[in-house]
């Protein structure tokens, strides 16, 4: 079992950056592959970004790519999103997953945390 907190989240002016957080409980952190997801408004969530156990692979979605970026520190718990060149369209509520794998060719996550809101404003 592992336990999710995310921070960061917050309103932003479109072109802006944040920079959200995600911090695990438990000492099986460095086991589990990590990532992030969005959910906006009137739509299912979607895939974001992952992140190996040891951080030497990441995966993107198209939409985000070269705009986001994700790290992991095992010493911390921790794992980040980097988010700039934000525009409106990543207005969402994003959450942090652990334990991802791809089933029937898309990410799937076994724990979640309860999400935290980004505004791009326009």
């Known amino acids: 079992q592992v336990q999710l907190v995310e921070s960061g989240g917050g309103l932003v002016q479109a072109g802006g950056s944040l920079r959200l957080s995600c911090a695990a409980s438990g000492r099986t952190f460095s086991r589990f592959a990590m990532g992030w997801f969005r959910q906006a408004p009137g739509k299912e969530r979607a895939f974001v970004a992952q992140i190996s156990r040891n951080g030497g692979g990441t995966s993107y979605a198209d939409s985000v790519k070269g705009r986001f970026s994700i790290s992991r520190d095992n010493a911390k718990n921790t794992v980040y999103l980097q988010m700039n060149s934000l525009k409106p369209e990543d207005t969402a509520v994003y959450y942090c997953?652990?334990?991802?794998?791809?089933?029937?060719?898309?990410?799937?996550?076994?724990?979640w945390g309860q999400g935290t809101q980004v505004t791009v404003s326009s």
């Open positions: 997953a652990a334990d991802l794998m791809i089933l029937g060719g898309r990410w799937r996550a076994e724990y």
